[in-house]
């Protein structure tokens, strides 16, 4: 039996895990532990654990004596344990403690007395309804507070201000209808205050803000950008509020500005968006624009416009757009789409032109093609002129058109062509489309067909796989086998150097 015992020892320090280690939970190291349903912190923690993580367990109150031992303790994440309440000064004499997690419990206020050599503190997901000015206090080395879907409404200064070294804020999902200014928070580079009820932000609460990179507001009832907005910001996201006027004059001073994102508002028109000279991302999807956005920045390279109410593009609407490379006008109304409108986007690799009203192909579309998507329109036919100079092209997405057969010259001068996605289209299933079929296939190219609409007698057949079909057309297949073992296999070098999702039209645009 003692050998048993000792056997057992052994294999456990083998493992890296303490023999001494509380029940109910992992202690994967000397440094580290893990506890799961637990009903208390548990007694017994060895004392030279950094790492404390304890889940999906029972304990309703966190006091002093549970982390008496816990002399060199760095990190205490509690996750989903239903705690309500913890005691004053619980972590005070954690003078170690770093990082602070208190997620998804049922906390009512902040912890009172956190050490002073904390770095991170995360409550998110709790019910706390009112920050203290005393909450904070000390914390003068705190970086990272994020305070997600609790029950706030109302920021102030004081509130704050005690947390002068303070890196990044998270306020999303709370009830906040006001803030005020200023804050003095000079490190601050990362701050977000999503999914709120705000109306309106001083002109003052930035005043203070020096090193402030990344802004969120999305998800409020704000009906203009905020005024007196940091020069350092490089990114601003305003997403589902309610702008309907967009004032860039009173922007232009951001001149390190490079994503702007404005989607789900209730913008009817944009002009002057060329005052922000390092603009590289604009997101304007789900307003109310009938046009194209006037005086676009010329290193813009991603414009996002899908969802709105265009109905023409114009060569003027993008002349200036060399950088271009990322093109978005889906769900729109497009019927007029000018025959070399994007000649001068001699970097565009990505054009989403689905769910519009275009008859045809559009001519003259940059060579620098990688992507084309023209699902969901009333395109009738293929033709080798609006195809012949995209020689990058390597995804060709022609769903739910109106075409019903295949010009096999326009197709196979598309050298790079690895994804051609046809159905939803009324074919009419000749031998010569079966034809066409095979020697793309040759070529590596993978083709997604769909169902005849013609002849009478192959009506709903999918000309993909009808073995009826195949056989009543092999005589004319059989010059197509031949090319295919004579033909060339494609370089390796050859293929696409991007990734798709092929089992649903949710693809991934990012091509580079």
Partial sequence: MHLLYAFLVLLSLSNGVSPNCPGRCSCD???????????????????TTRRLYISHSKIKHLQLSNFTQMLVLEDFILLASGTESVENDTFKPLSTLKTLEIWKNKLRQVPSGLPANLEVLK?????????????????????????????????????????????SLVLDGNNIESVAGPLVLPHLKHMSMENNQLHLIPGSF?????????????GNLLNKIPINLPKSLLSLKMERNQLKVI?????KHLENLSHLYLSENSLSSMDGAQLLVNLTTLEVSQNQLQMLPLRLPSRLQKLDCSNNLIRRVTVQDFQDLRDLKHLFLDNNFVSLFEAGALQKCS????????????????LRLPGTLARLDLKGNAIQGIAERELKDLKQLQVLNLRNNKISALDLKALEGLPRLRHLYLDGNPWNCTCSLLQAREVLKAKGTDVRGGQCAAPAERQGESWMSSKKIMKQCEPHLHLTEQNKETKKK???????????????????????
Avoid at 138 to 152: A, C, Q, S
């Fill in 206 to 218: 930035f005043t203070s803000f020096q090193s402030l990179q990344f802004l969120s507001f999305s």
């Fill in 490 to 512: 494609p370089k390796p070098e050859d293929h696409a150097s991007i990734r798709f999702n092929m089992d649903d039209d949710d693809y991934d645009y990012e091509i580079d």
């Fill in 29 to 47: 190291s000397p440094q580290s532990v893990q506890c799961y349903k637990v009903i208390e912190v548990p007694s017994g923690i060895p004392s």
């Fill in 347 to 362: 970097q565009l690799s990505n054009l989403a032109l689905e769910q519009n009203l275009l008859l045809s192909i559009p």
């Fill in 247 to 251: 004032r860039f004059r009173d922007m």
């Fill in 123 to 167: 409550l998110n997901d709790n019910s706390i309804y009112v920050l203290h000015g005393s909450d904070f206090e000390g914390l003068k080395k705190l970086k990272i507070l994020e305070l997600k879907n609790n029950l706030l409404s109302s920021i102030s200064p004081s509130m704050l201000n005690p947390l002068g070294s303070l890196q």
